[in-house]
């Protein structure tokens, strides 16, 4: 038996602007997604066998399905049936990331097991088809793949790596309240018009900053912008409460990630970091130090 290990990390959205509602019901929108070193460890076990099988443990989260659910476990199906191949493939997830929580940690386990399956098969496939698969698992599933700084547009499967500068020390928070994604959609939709272009965001002046900033010539914190806090703040006491702690423990801006609930925060050294991440997790919210990579 064969066995490769990828490590799984979470992101945090530096930017996020929805552009569209489109005719399919979906918005088009347009992120900067950042990799953070809170992460999740997938193992992929391989033993030959002529029928595609994949088994599935899970350890760190009793509630996540084990099977063809668990997007990891999809995405080892999907990377043998693409390939025309079999084996029996276990998976060992070890969860660190908090769920639903806007952090891409099912994505970023899908991307990992298909990473690792490349590995196992001797890749199959160039990166460029690898990404393709990717997308059928999820929208945020091929910026997973390779992680870093990215910009991402359409539902988010379409990638434009960005400058890789950034060392930041974040604490990432949620108040394990929990936010449902088409409902934010929808109360977005209700402030801006479906985004028929009538009610800006406020979006644009930021994103300029953000890519100054990536580019060194300013600070990060003018750039940062999340379009659904207005939209779930309002409903999570405890994501809003988070958002002037990090600020009250030193932080230097502090914003929500992806749709929500977790929030982060970003401060000048580890050392402020992580004592901020020990007051939090002492007040009763899920907290964590982690650093760029
Ligand atoms: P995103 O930031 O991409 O919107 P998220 O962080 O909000 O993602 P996930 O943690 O990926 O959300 O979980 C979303 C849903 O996916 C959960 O309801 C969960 O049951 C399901 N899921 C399937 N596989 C996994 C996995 N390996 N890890 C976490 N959730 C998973």
């Given at each position: 038996m064969r066995a490769v290990k990828e490590v799984a990390n979470a992101k945090i959205n530096l930017f996020l602007d929805v552009i569209s509602r489109r005719e399919d019901g979906f918005h088009d929108i347009k992120t900067v997604m950042h990799s953070i070193s809170l992460s999740d460890t997938v193992t992929v076990f391989y033993t030959p066998s002529s029928e595609p099988a994949v088994r599935m443990a899970v350890k760190g989260n009793r509630f996540l399905p084990t099977d063809d659910k668990n997007l990891a476990a999809r995405a080892a199906m999907l990377y043998m049936q693409s390939a025309g191949v079999s084996a029996t493939v276990e998976i060992k997830l070890e969860k660190?990331?908090?769920?639903?929580?806007?952090?891409?940690?099912?994505s970023s386990?899908?991307?990992?097991?298909?990473?690792?399956?490349?590995?196992?098969?001797?890749?199959?496939?160039?990166?460029?088809?690898?990404?393709?698969?990717a997308a059928r698992l999820g929208s945020d599933v091929p910026?997973?793949?390779?992680?870093?700084?990215?910009?991402?547009?359409?539902?988010?499967?379409?990638?434009?790596?960005?400058?890789?500068s950034l060392k930041l020390n974040v604490v990432v928070a949620t108040a394990?309240?929990?936010?449902?994604?088409?409902?934010?959609?929808?109360?977005?939709?209700?402030?801006?018009?479906?985004?028929?272009?009538?009610?800006?965001?406020?979006?644009?002046?930021?994103?300029?900053?953000?890519?100054?900033?990536?580019?060194?010539?300013?600070?990060?914190?003018?750039?940062?912008?999340?379009?659904?806090e207005s939209a779930v703040l309002p409903?999570?006491?405890g994501a809003s409460a988070l958002k002037v702690r990090m600020l009250e423990l030193g932080a230097s801006a502090s914003m929500m990630s992806g749709s929500g609930p977790s929030?982060?925060?970003?401060?000048?050294?580890?050392?402020?970091?992580?004592?901020?991440?020990?007051?939090?997790?002492?007040e009763g919210f899920f907290a964590s130090f982690a650093k760029s990579v």
């Open positions: 660190r990331i908090p769920v639903a929580a806007g952090l891409a940690g099912g386990d899908a991307a990992a097991t298909l990473r690792a399956m490349n590995r196992l098969f001797g890749r199959l496939f160039t990166d460029r088809a690898l990404s393709a698969i910026y997973c793949l390779y992680g870093k700084t990215a910009l991402c547009e359409g539902r988010g499967e379409i990638m434009t790596k960005l400058p890789d394990h309240e929990h936010v449902a994604t088409p409902q934010a959609y929808s109360a977005l939709d209700a402030m801006y018009s479906s985004f028929d272009g009538s009610i800006p965001t406020g979006a644009d002046s930021r994103y300029g900053a953000l890519i100054s900033a990536l580019n060194g010539s300013s600070q990060i914190q003018n750039g940062l912008f999340n379009v659904f409903t999570c006491p929030v982060f925060g970003i401060f000048d050294s580890e050392e402020a970091a992580r004592s901020a991440a020990d007051k939090l997790c002492g």
